[in-house]
């Protein structure tokens, strides 16, 4: 069932052009009638509003068990510098955060880490966006492990579109689990926002789109 906090955040992507509804063609090559962008994400009043939704879902679900966050290159350096302020200034939890540039540096401090570095046996949470079939996390993981001998166990994005990875049967997501033993959290499933335009009349023209995009690659 959605809930009053999903229709907000789902409203609040729309607003600011972050989802959107049409013809697309995602990274790994599918039609989909919607798309999260959350390169959209340009104001101050934006990444604040996008934090708290972050740290909400974090302190729901780990609350402070946990040592540092990770934002993976590119998209994912906000959202953790997002989520690390709003868990400081909504609940009191202050944690370090660090990303990764793409290219590594020859040159200052050197390397590819930028903030925090992360210590053996460090208890790793990872900011993403969205996943679809997985790419980011299987790049992501080896540049965690060739900075310290790190766990991450758990990883928080914006909407789970539960759309099928690699295996036929699993959601990339549910490869993520069995390949990493990572547990994914999302603000909103692709199920959420399907509810939430069936209770639209402005979208009854993506009610079939949806259904027929979700019946095609989604496992729910």
Known sequence: ????EKIKFIEFMMESDVLRFGDFVTKSGRNTPYFVNTGNYRTGRQIATLGKFYAALVKETVGDDFDCMFGPAYKGIPLAAGCAAALYNEYGIDKPYF????EEKDHGEGGSIVGYKPNDGDRVII???VITAGTAIRETMPVLKSAADVTVNDMFISVN????????????????????????HAIVTVEDIYEYLKSKDD????????EEYMEKYCIL
């Open 161 to 184: 579109r539960c759309e099928v990875g690699t295996t036929p049967g699993k959601t990339a997501i549910m490869e993520v689990g069995e390949d990493f033993g990572i547990k994914v």
């Open 99 to 102: 990303f990764n540039r793409k």
């Open 127 to 129: 900011i993403e966006d």
């Open 203 to 210: 979208y009854k023209d993506m009610i079939s789109k949806m």
């Open 1 to 4: 069932m959605i809930t009053d």
